[in-house]
């Protein structure tokens, strides 16, 4: 530990001089820089890394799908990446399952990265395209979605949920997950989201296949599916899926393609690729990064990557009420108001831009997010990259689909060659009949009393008769012994 100190200290001395300007010192910014020298003190992958002074040449910077120019400046592409969700490791929340870990902390960066994907999904689908994150103000839509990652074993898209799920994929809790199991894990979820109403495709194989995502964006889940039973045993009908009466409708289509484009390093080959397909107005990014250490990027400008970084250790963020006195004088109410506000065990006073509203105000009290936007910009050579990644690709609505599909064949995989994938307009024969993933359906019918000796009661199926002798059946005093007890079996005498 002493032998990394002065490292750290060096890195620390060398943020400090990097947002330190002349007249201004951007105290958020460097407040943030102080949580990642704990972070490196802690063993985990430094953030200092590439804090040294950026410096672009290369315009346009394409992230997600948006054009930065040299006219806007590097400052612009700094703001996008801030207003996009950034969830990393954190600590002291409930254990998972109950006696499980309750911190993420060295093994759920993927689990992380899959989160920010979803939430850049789900904020394009409530909010629009291109968010633009105010601290000072947010609406009850972005609440409610960013409520749905918390570190809660009732949130939707929690840390808990997402570990849980990946058991279905043969990944135990607090194991490492890869791209493809991310993206399996999040087609699974998004099942219980009926306000969202997201149809998830995950793209094996290396091959797109029109026909099967058409199938699946415009297929929903059965009414037998499993539901998402909450603590108290009730289901969650907010997360419900029901079926259109047409039953044709189209839902927002994500499409998740896993790729390995290299054995032990990126192919330089699809750099071109790359750069085209953070282009693509349905870009929702991509995860990856290096070997065993997920990253989320989101831009490229050149052959530098944008990305968010996971591997920040922060306390849980959670929810408590508190009184507003003020609030409830000026409206002249005796009943006291619960107003929302965040506990995160004081970790927001270290990294507050400014004064929150909630903070300040005794009349309105906001959500402090502020912990859930990264005010520092990251990137990455692309020859840094490990092959194994999920490009992600969100379809609005079906226009928006045959939109991308016309531009990957005319753009995005001719600018390479080979192809970063395979697009087929149909199921090849030599393929497995498609089956679109609608949950898990299960239907059981119990029955409080059933009368062994009824007619259609088949006791008989529960053994195997090897032999029976005509005396035993003259007499049927045996054969009524061993109808009383399943597991027997008669043999000869």
């Known amino acids: 530990m002493l032998s990394i100190f002065p490292l750290a200290v060096d890195k620390f001395h060398q943020i400090l001089n990097l947002y330190l300007e002349p007249l201004e010192l951007k105290s ?19 953030f200092c890394d590439t804090f040294e002074r950026i410096s672009i040449d290369t315009f346009p910077i394409w992230a997600l799908g948006k054009e930065i120019s040299k006219e806007d400046g590097i400052d612009a592409m700094k703001k996008y990446m801030t207003s996009r969700f950034w969830f990393t490791y954190r600590r002291n929340f409930s254990p998972i399952g109950g006696t499980g870990p309750s911190t993420d902390q060295y093994w759920g960066c993927m689990l992380r990265c899959a989160q920010m994907l979803l939430g850049e999904v789900l904020l394009r689908r ?29 949130a939707l ?15 135990e809790v607090s194991e490492w997950f890869g791209p493809n199991t991310a993206a399996q894990v999040i087609k699974k979820l998004t099942i219980f989201d009926d306000w969202s109403n997201i149809a998830v495709h995950v793209a094996l194989d290396n091959i797109l296949v029109k026909q099967d995502a058409l199938t ?8 037998d599916a499993v539901k998402l039973i909450m603590e108290n045993g009730l289901v969650q009908k907010h997360y ?39 282009k693509l107005p349905q870009c ?9 250490l997920a990253h989320y990027f989101v831009g490229i400008a050149g052959t530098k990557l944008f990305y968010l970084d996971p591997h920040h250790c922060r306390p849980k963020t959670s929810k408590f009420f508190v009184e507003k006195e003020q609030q409830q004088q000026s409206s002249g109410d005796s009943t006291p108001e619960k107003v929302e506000k965040i506990d995160d065990n004081g970790f927001h006073e270290l990294e507050d831009l400014e004064p929150l509203p909630s903070q300040t105000s005794d009349v309105y009290t906001k959500m402090n997010d502020s912990t859930y936007h990264c005010q520092m910009m990251q990137w990455m050579e692309y020859d840094s990259i490990d092959p194994s990644l999920a490009l992600a690709l ?7 689909f045959e939109n991308l599909c016309d531009e990957l064949q005319k753009t995005t995989l001719t600018a390479s060659n080979p192809p970063m994938f395979e697009f087929l307009e ?7 009949k498609f089956e679109p993933y609608t949950g898990v359906i299960m239907k059981i019918e119990m029955k409080e009393f059933d009368d062994i000796g009824a007619a259609n009661s088949k006791i008989d199926e529960d053994f195997e008769v090897l032999d029976v002798s005509v005396e035993d059946v003259e007499t049927g005093a045996e054969a009524d012994d061993v109808a009383e007890d399943g597991d027997s079996e008669i043999v000869e005498p």
């Not at 409530?126 to 009732?154: A, C, N, P």
């Not at 808990?160 to 994929?169: D, L």
């Not at 259109?244 to 054995?263: D, K, Q, V, Y």
């Open 28 to 46: 958020g910014e460097v407040q943030q820089g102080v949580g990642m020298v704990e972070t490196s003190l802690t063993s985990e992958p430094p």
């Open 126 to 154: 409530h909010i629009g395209r291109h968010f633009e994150w105010d601290i000072e103000k947010t609406s009850d839509v972005y609440e409610k979605i960013l409520q749905m990652f918390f570190d809660e074993k009732d």
């Open 157 to 171: 898209y929690s840390i808990h949920q997402i570990a849980q799920m990946g058991v279905s994929e043969g990944k």
């Open 216 to 223: 699946m964006a415009t297929t929903y889940p059965s009414e």
């Open 240 to 278: 419900t899926s029901t079926v259109p009466a047409n039953g044709t409708e189209w839902r927002p289509l994500l499409l998740m393609i896993p790729l390995r484009l290299g054995l032990t390093s990126i192919n330089s080959c699809y750099l071109s690729a790359i750069q085209e397909f953070f």
């Open 284 to 292: 929702v990014g991509i995860i990856g990064g290096k070997p065993n």
């Open 394 to 400: 969100f379809c609005e609505t079906r226009e928006e």
């Open 426 to 432: 149909k199921r090849p024969k030599y393929l497995p």
